[in-house]
């Protein structure tokens, strides 16, 4: 099912208004993270996909391709708490599409309500003829909304020494990736960074080949892979970094998770691994009471921070 990019930007401020009327935050806003397209230039068409097999909090499961204009769906808490925490939140999907509602909206929704100003990314797929060697498409997007966030933190009530960046699977590649290519000198940098079933060894016996190929092409070279491959990029000085995998997840092995943070920690850099008994892959929020574990335990996490 298609829908254009105007139709599609409708739908988180309708959610808004519904999450007004019930007082679960105090706003919630859609701010383009790259200029508009030229006025000459064709509407762009966003594809909208309804899935109904695991659906949210409100009965969605939509998934977005053909991104053109990547945005931040910013969930504002009615009142601040965890010290003015902000969260920017990276859905996954392979990079193949991004699943904004179960790793994008309902995860918004819920820190919000927990005091914590939660920026949603609707960012543009990898595009790897188009960046060749340079930065992907997706982590460009990833960056500038750190950045944005850390620009708009007095204005949002938001501490500027606590803006991290969370996210599932391949979002959560993305943002394990923006916690190394972050820059403190302009912004991109984040505090510290959340990890949901991350995907992160582009090669090995855990390698998840569908992002791989997304991100990098059908034939990237050996240093290519190196270099999108999270584990073999710890160092010193890094943000702390929070994950959580089930030990039964089949699409992305717990090793992902577990080889990074086995290399953030001889770097000597804090990272909290949890793993959880169950909850196979992509489980969000929580797929059952194990799996949603991670929740409490991250705040937990995130309220030790300096």
């Known amino acids: 099912m298609r829908r254009s990019t105007s139709i599609s930007r409708l739908l988180p401020w309708a959610l808004g208004l519904f999450a007004l009327s019930r007082g679960l935050a105090q706003s919630v806003e859609e701010l383009p993270l790259r200029p508009p397209l030229p006025t000459n230039t064709p509407p762009a068409t966003e594809e909208v996909v309804y899935r109904f097999n695991q659906v949210d909090d409100r009965g969605f499961d939509r998934v977005i391709q053909k991104i053109a204009v990547p ?36 995860i918004g929704r819920y820190f919000s309500e927990r005091g914590i100003t939660v920026a949603v990314l609707k960012y543009r797929l990898p595009a790897p003829d188009v960046t060749k060697e340079g930065v992907p498409l997706s982590q460009q997007d990833a960056l500038a909304a750190v950045q944005l966030v850390r620009d708009r933190a007095k204005a949002w009530g938001v501490a500027p020494n606590r803006i991290g960046i969370m996210g599932g699977s391949a979002g959560g590649h993305l943002a394990g990736s923006v916690g190394i290519l972050g820059d403190s000198a302009n912004g991109s940098r984040p505090d510290f960074v959340a990890l949901l079933y991350p995907v992160v060894c582009l090669d090995g016996p855990y390698v998840h080949k569908g992002s791989r190929t997304k991100l990098l092409g059908a034939s990237p070279s050996p240093e290519r892979v190196l270099e999108f491959s999270l584990e073999k990029r710890a160092r010193a000085g890094l943000p702390p970094y929070f994950f959580v995998h089930a030990a039964d997840d089949k699409g992305v092995p717990p090793q992902n998770s577990e080889l990074f943070a086995a290399a953030l920690k001889e770097k000597g850099v804090p990272a909290d691994v949890m793993i959880v008994a169950t909850g196979g892959h992509g489980f969000g929020l929580g797929r059952d009471a194990e799996s949603g574990r991670w929740k409490d335990a991250f705040l937990a996490w995130l309220d030790r921070l300096p």
């Open 71 to 106: 945005t931040l769906t910013v969930y504002h808490p009615a009142k601040s708490a965890h010290r003015g925490a902000a969260i920017v939140m990276c859905p996954g999907g392979g990079y193949s599409y991004v699943a904004i509602d179960r790793e994008g909206y309902a």
